[in-house]
T-cell receptor, first 117, second 113 residues
Framework: KAGVTQTPRYLIKTRGQQVTLSCSPI?????VSWYQQTPGQGLQFLFE???????NKGNFPGRFSGRQFSNSRSEMNVSTLELGDSALYLC????????????????FGPGTRLTVT | GNSVTQMEGPVTLSEEAFLTINCTYT??????LFWYVQYPGEGLQLLLK?????DKGSNKGFEATYRKETTSFHLEKGSVQVSDSAVYFC????????????FGQGTELSVKP
């Protein structure tokens, strides 16, 4: 079974630009969650999408947004990039529903390393 | 609020030493608890999990027991190997927020031959 894939793996952007990251979940998984990982703040939850609807949201500004498609693939977008947005962005997929905790065992992709200059 | 606290690293051990990484949590409700491991340049891998008090999660020689009375989920391994060198994250999720993991700050483990 193929794992979670994220594209691109590396990205360099300039302040003020916007960026879109993509995540393809494990086949059969309907939930995709996004996390930001930085040395200073650690791993922080951005949002979760389930069946094309945002189900949970973290404490990030509105510049961070996401969406999910009918095939469960998800994208996240960051507009008006700031230097502080430089981070490893991880997505994770889960079944999203059913018996706990199996339904919420999150399987992570390798991440997208975003550098903002 | 809900949070996870881990012992600070880095932790440096010799091969075959005993490992303990402490993890305590604060949660409103009854969380499920997880340990994830991150090897250099990679994403996170689920190491083990537990869903209720006194549950013991185990995998690859690692163990952790869900202690409700002490709100703890300490990770242990009897004999570490060089290949165990990685960053270990303790995490929780609540039933009504299953897609949201709350992580500890991570503990870097370095095992020397």
């Amino acid at each position: 079974k193929a794992g979670v894939t994220q594209t691109p793996r590396y990205l360099i952007k300039t302040r003020g630009q916007q960026v879109t990251l993509s995540c393809s979940p494990i086949s059969g998984h309907r939930s995709v969650s996004w996390y930001q990982q930085t040395p200073g703040q650690g791993l922080q939850f951005l949002f979760e999408y389930f069946s094309e609807t945002q189900r949970n949201k973290g404490n990030f500004p509105g510049r961070f947004s996401g969406r999910q498609f009918s095939n469960s693939r998800s994208e996240m977008n960051v507009s008006t990039l700031e230097l502080g947005d430089s981070a490893l962005y991880l997505c994770a997929s889960t079944l999203g529903a059913g018996e706990v905790p199996r339904a919420y065992e999150q399987y992570f992709g390798p991440g997208t390393r975003l550098t903002v200059t | 609020g809900n949070s996870v606290t881990q012992m600070e690293g880095p932790v440096t051990l010799s091969e075959e030493a005993f490992l303990t990484i402490n993890c305590t949590y604060t949660a409103t409700g009854y969380p499920s608890l997880f340990w994830y491991v991150q090897y250099p340049g990679e994403g996170l891998q689920l190491l083990l999990k537990a869903t209720k008090a006194d549950d013991k999660g185990s995998n690859k020689g690692f163990e952790a027991t869900y202690r409700k009375e002490t709100t703890s989920f300490h990770l242990e391994k009897g004999s570490v190997q060089v290949s165990d060198s990685a960053v270990y994250f303790c995490a929780l999720t609540l039933y009504n927020q299953g897609g949201k993991l709350i992580f500890g700050q991570g503990t870097e483990l370095s095992v020397k031959p």
